[in-house]
């Protein structure tokens, strides 16, 4: 997170003043750092030297077609939930080849666009979506690749809402389908099973719940293997921690790989993984404006902002902690609430926290801000969604522009 640092008492990001992309592109605003995508980049192939394996960015984490670009140009493929966001993958510019597609509830259009589109494998949850696949691939005269996501029945500590490897979550194929699965792609003559796959979580701090899943994951190599079937790509997924919270650092990553290379090397497979957060999440802010200040009888403070749940929903919805910074640093510093101009109680990014005690008109940043925020807004209460800037040092680029009226009501008819 050095990448936003305070300079002469103003918050930067890349060296740009957040009060000066405030003045210029308006709020709420994200900004995100290119630099910082890059880096984390690096960091977590520098740790995974040691393997051999493919790192597919989890687009759904930030979708942004220059967030995707940026990733695809460093030679990462692109882990994909929709057919929404694969078409985001491609007009990014990222090769179909590089693209593996998820999802738990694939419709057959998606399939057979997936298809068209020659991406890497389609990572099948159910043996009814095996056999759609098959009969999709047919239709073509093509054979598809297919990995099968295994629920390992892992439950990682993290919150109820983002844990997905446990046997009561929808997630997978339960290992006691494998033998069915196996006998139902020998049958199927347009699937070929190429790897296995799974997911078991986000935000996942102790590497040992990978290491218990991976254990079950390569037993279940074994067993495929037995059958005859020549496995390439063994897919861990992703779920690797972030700092939100200074006072709660996430593992390194390098202790993540420490303990899976010894595991995965011997197994002579090509380990996918597909990080999402882990590369973006601390590379964007969330800049937003003081609209009001007040006080209640009790005393409690609140800053009311122009940003709200609509742009970054996670604090309502999973409880979640944001740093909230003053752009402008102020010496004295004052107890309150920021909150949103949305309808709901839940509207807030922080409560009860020690705030500087910027003035209204003033500027706040929402910290760790690049995963599962703008790809989360919404337009509930007619909110547009905010323009979104990319920083590169001296380049700083428009990469969204702010939504309008005309776009609020574009696909209604009267
Ligand atoms: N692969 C699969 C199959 C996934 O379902 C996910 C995330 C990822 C990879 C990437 O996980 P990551 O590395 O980003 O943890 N909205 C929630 C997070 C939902 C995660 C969904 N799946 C949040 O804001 O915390």
Do not use: W
């Amino acid at each position: 997170r050095t990448i936003f640092h305070y300079s002469k008492n103003t918050l930067c990001c890349d060296g740009q003043r957040l009060d000066d992309l405030a003045d210029t592109f308006g709020t709420p605003l994200f900004v995100t750092s290119k630099k910082n995508l890059i880096t984390r980049y690096n960091e977590f192939e520098e740790a995974f030297s040691g393997l051999p394996h493919f790192t597919c960015y989890s687009v759904k984490a930030n979708f942004n077609l220059s967030v995707i670009k940026t990733f695809g140009e460093l030679g990462c493929g692109c882990d994909v939930n929709s057919g929404g966001e694969l078409y985001r993958a491609l007009q990014a510019g990222v090769s179909p080849e590089k693209i593996i597609f998820a999802g738990v509830g694939k419709k057959a259009e998606e399939i057979a666009y997936a298809l068209r589109s020659g991406v890497l494998m389609l990572k099948a949850e159910s043996l009814s979506e095996l056999a759609v696949i098959d009969r999709i691939a047919a239709e073509s005269g093509n054979v598809a690749l297919v990995a099968i996501r295994i629920n390992p029945n892992v439950t990682a500590e993290t919150h109820p809402y983002i844990t997905t490897g446990d046997s009561k979550e929808k997630f997978g194929i339960d290992e006691g389908e494998l033998d069915a699965v196996l006998m139902l792609l020998s049958e199927l003559k347009h699937v070929r099973l190429a790897g296995l796959d799974m997911h078991i979580g986000s935000q996942i701090f102790d590497p040992e719940y990978y290491v218990a899943a991976t254990i079950k994951l390569l037993a279940i190599l074994e067993r495929v293997k037995a059958q005859g079937f020549a496995i390439e790509y063994f897919d861990i997924g992703g779920g690797f921690p972030v700092t939100y919270d200074p006072a709660k650092q996430a593992t390194p990553i390098a202790q993540f790989a420490e303990k899976l290379i010894p595991l995965l090397r011997p197994a002579g497979v090509k380990v996918i993984f597909e990080p999402g957060r882990f590369l973006v999440a601390n590379a964007s802010v969330l800049l937003t404006r003081i609209l009001y200040r007040k006080q209640n009888h009790t005393g409690k403070q609140f800053f009311i902002v122009d940003a709200g749940m609509t742009e970054l929903i996670r604090p309502a919805l999973y409880q979640s902690h944001h740093e909230v910074l003053a752009v402008t640093r102020h010496k004295e510093s004052v107890e309150a609430d920021v909150v949103g101009p949305v309808c709901e109680s839940s509207d807030f990014f922080a409560r009860h926290r020690t705030i500087d005690d910027a003035a209204e008109g003033e500027l706040l940043a929402v910290m760790s801000s690049g995963a599962y925020a703008a790809v989360m807004s919404s337009n509930y209460n007619g909110r547009l969604r905010p323009a979104e800037v990319l920083v590169d040092g001296q380049d700083v680029r428009l990469v969204r522009t702010r939504e309008t009226y005309e776009q609020l009501i574009q696909n209604e008819l009267l």
